[in-house]
């Protein structure tokens, strides 16, 4: 017997839960596309953008998920042939390495581990033997999705300078904007990205990237540049043009209310609310591992990141997880991706999350694991609201 019914909860990495205030902002008619309420959209959207990425550069919005803002982001500053150098701490940045492969860039992946951060010391080497600067970006996500790795992206930077090296640094914030502080101007970041249906909240369909002058200067010279992606013609005065055809316009009700709830709720506490959360899912997590069947991948607990958490799962097939919590308690759960494939299911908390949410998912499990038999340390939930209640007090502090 089932208790599934009831609302659904989607614990997976994306797409995220959407709140009902976003739906409900699109929930309304299509508009003639040049009425000034769809140009005031386009407007306080990219500039709000702006504050979300903390940076003074140019936003752009394109309708596209994030692989779509991965090739904006490529095409407008590389040329056939440049060389990038692809951080790698998991699947995402060698994901995007990949679509930079396809498009004629030459790609060196410097290898890293699936369960800890990028070292910034095998960075400042790599460049340094980079005498020419043939390397022309340096790709880097902020948190790679599949192994719940946060990497520090202003010690890289600091890295970067250290070999004194003129590679565009290039950020991936897909899973991390809006869930962990990200500080683009004050970090050296040249050119940002991200997408919408994950701590932003949204459906899928909107992709966003940030760009600086150094950015642009190289956008000046860079051939892959396609029309749809082309930061130049974006520039233009035209409204039309911003948005290169037909603005998505209903997804663009729909970010508009949820930054509205960030900026509303503060994006400092939001960033505090994800990390309360993921501290509570580690508490959990850490207490089930006695039990030697689970394990956080990611050690250092520094190096975790706000967004989602993959658990590693030994002896037994995380899908049984999954499929119980799923079907018997109507939480869905994030599989195992990549070399983490089979051997993990990841729990996310990231986006319209609160307490009563991560708390509902991580019970979900413990109940699958008692169920299912699997052995694991008690407690792990009473670790989470433990976790919680010595963090958040009443008066607010
Ligand atoms: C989800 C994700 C992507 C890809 O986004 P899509 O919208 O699925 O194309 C890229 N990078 C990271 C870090 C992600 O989490």
Redesign the pocket.
Same mark, same amino acid.
């Given at each position: 017997m089932s208790v599934a019914n009831g609302r659904a909860l989607l614990a997976t #990495? +994306? #797409?995220t839960n959407i709140p009902d205030r976003v739906l409900q902002a699109m929930m309304r008619p299509a508009e003639e596309l040049h009425t000034p309420t769809i140009i005031d959209l386009t407007t306080t959207l990219l500039a709000d953008l702006q504050k979300l990425f903390r940076t003074s550069g140019q936003t752009y919005l394109y309708a596209?998920? +994030?692989? +779509? @803002? *991965?090739e904006a982001a490529l095409t407008n500053v590389l040329s056939r042939g440049d060389k990038v150098l692809v951080l790698a701490s998991g699947r995402?940045?060698v +994901? *995007?390495g990949e679509m930079a492969s396809f498009i004629g860039v030459d790609v060196e992946v410097l290898a890293g581990s699936w369960s800890a951060a990028v070292d910034p010391a095998a960075v400042e080497s790599r460049l340094r033997q980079d005498r020419d600067h043939k390397i022309k970006a340096v790709l880097m996500? &902020?948190?790679?999705?599949?192994s719940g790795v946060a990497n520090d992206v202003l010690a890289v930077r600091r890295a970067i300078d250290a070999a004194q090296h003129s590679a565009l640094y290039m950020i991936?914030?897909? @899973? %991390?904007l809006a869930c962990m502080p990200f500080e683009m101007d004050a970090w050296g970041v040249d050119v940002a990205? %991200? @997408?919408? &249906?994950?701590g932003l909240m949204t459906s899928?369909g909107l992709?966003f990237v940030a760009a600086n002058d150094k950015a642009h200067k190289a956008h000046e010279t860079a051939n892959l540049r396609t029309r749809y992606w082309d930061w130049t013609s974006r520039r233009s005065p035209l409204h039309y043009m911003k948005h290169c055809g037909t603005p998505p316009e209903h997804l663009m009700f729909g970010l508009r209310a949820s930054l509205d709830m960030i900026f509303e709720e503060g994006l400092e506490a939001v960033w505090k609310r994800h990390s309360l959360l993921a501290g509570a899912t580690h508490a959990a997590v850490s207490r089930w591992a006695e039990g030697q069947c689970l394990a956080l991948n990611v050690d250092e607990p520094a190096q975790r990141a706000s967004?989602?958490t993959p658990v590693l799962t030994k002896g037994f097939e995380p899908g049984k997880v999954s499929e119980f919590t799923r079907t018997m308690c109507g939480v869905t759960l994030g599989g195992g991706l990549g070399d983490l494939s089979g051997k993990a299911f990841r729990i996310a908390h990231m986006g319209h999350v609160n307490a009563p949410m991560v708390l509902g998912s991580l019970a979900a499990v413990e109940m699958a694991l008692q169920a299912l038999d699997i052995p694991h340390g008690s407690g792990g939930t009473a670790a989470a609201i433990a976790h919680l209640s010595a963090a958040v007090s009443p008066a607010g502090g």
């Amino acid at each position: 017997m089932s208790v599934a019914n009831g609302r659904a909860l989607l614990a997976t #990495p +994306g #797409p995220t839960n959407i709140p009902d205030r976003v739906l409900q902002a699109m929930m309304r008619p299509a508009e003639e596309l040049h009425t000034p309420t769809i140009i005031d959209l386009t407007t306080t959207l990219l500039a709000d953008l702006q504050k979300l990425f903390r940076t003074s550069g140019q936003t752009y919005l394109y309708a596209c998920n +994030g692989h +779509g @803002a *991965w090739e904006a982001a490529l095409t407008n500053v590389l040329s056939r042939g440049d060389k990038v150098l692809v951080l790698a701490s998991g699947r995402f940045a060698v +994901g *995007w390495g990949e679509m930079a492969s396809f498009i004629g860039v030459d790609v060196e992946v410097l290898a890293g581990s699936w369960s800890a951060a990028v070292d910034p010391a095998a960075v400042e080497s790599r460049l340094r033997q980079d005498r020419d600067h043939k390397i022309k970006a340096v790709l880097m996500v &902020q948190v790679d999705t599949a192994s719940g790795v946060a990497n520090d992206v202003l010690a890289v930077r600091r890295a970067i300078d250290a070999a004194q090296h003129s590679a565009l640094y290039m950020i991936d914030g897909v @899973a %991390s904007l809006a869930c962990m502080p990200f500080e683009m101007d004050a970090w050296g970041v040249d050119v940002a990205m %991200s @997408a919408s &249906q994950k701590g932003l909240m949204t459906s899928p369909g909107l992709g966003f990237v940030a760009a600086n002058d150094k950015a642009h200067k190289a956008h000046e010279t860079a051939n892959l540049r396609t029309r749809y992606w082309d930061w130049t013609s974006r520039r233009s005065p035209l409204h039309y043009m911003k948005h290169c055809g037909t603005p998505p316009e209903h997804l663009m009700f729909g970010l508009r209310a949820s930054l509205d709830m960030i900026f509303e709720e503060g994006l400092e506490a939001v960033w505090k609310r994800h990390s309360l959360l993921a501290g509570a899912t580690h508490a959990a997590v850490s207490r089930w591992a006695e039990g030697q069947c689970l394990a956080l991948n990611v050690d250092e607990p520094a190096q975790r990141a706000s967004s989602v958490t993959p658990v590693l799962t030994k002896g037994f097939e995380p899908g049984k997880v999954s499929e119980f919590t799923r079907t018997m308690c109507g939480v869905t759960l994030g599989g195992g991706l990549g070399d983490l494939s089979g051997k993990a299911f990841r729990i996310a908390h990231m986006g319209h999350v609160n307490a009563p949410m991560v708390l509902g998912s991580l019970a979900a499990v413990e109940m699958a694991l008692q169920a299912l038999d699997i052995p694991h340390g008690s407690g792990g939930t009473a670790a989470a609201i433990a976790h919680l209640s010595a963090a958040v007090s009443p008066a607010g502090g």
